[in-house]
């Protein structure tokens, strides 16, 4: 007699692996378009700043938890809270709090080490916190016009 299968509990999730992940393409990244996404478990948002560099933080503000994804703005390439406008720069350090002479020492957000390659965006996981031990190859052949360019498709998996 098989066993029914049951959905495992939070807790006994052993964690996502540490490496490289494509979690957007290039284009879905635009300048000063807050971008809000999911991985890892956690709420994400992604942006560009003004000189094209994409930008990955965790999403939700340190003051009051707001979701920075759902309202929030990127003003001066730094990411802006839609509940008390705290401003966060491309490192997750807290850089404004507009009525506040002083900026409180744990007002961050993660970061997360972000490259643009091959036509992807990429974000570096580590649970531990780690740095990359490795980088994410440049391809030659992607933009090149004797070449067929990527097709990208997205597919939902509930599993």
Not at 58 to 80: F, I, K, S, Y
Not at 117 to 123: E, I, P, S
């Amino acid at each position: 007699m098989s066993t029914p299968l049951t959905e495992p509990s939070r807790d006994s999730f052993p964690g996502y692996p540490r490496g490289w992940f494509a979690v957007a393409t290039a284009d879905e990244l635009e300048v000063g378009v807050v971008h809000p996404m999911r991985y890892f478990g956690l709420d994400l948002v992604g942006y560009r700043t003004s000189d094209g560099k994409p930008v990955v933080l965790e999403a939700h503000c340190p003051h009051l938890g707001a979701h920075m994804g759902m309202g929030g703005q990127v003003v001066d390439d730094c990411l802006r809270c839609p509940f008390h406008a705290w401003r966060f720069d491309a490192a997750g350090s807290c850089v404004d709090v507009p009525y506040a002479r002083a900026i409180p020492k744990q007002a961050k957000v993660r970061s997360f080490r972000t490259i643009d390659r091959n036509g992807l965006v990429f974000v570096h996981f580590d649970p531990t916190g780690g740095e990359p031990t490795y980088e994410i190859p440049i391809v030659a052949a992607v933009g090149d016009p004797s070449w067929t360019a990527w097709r990208h498709g997205k597919l939902r998996l509930h599993t």
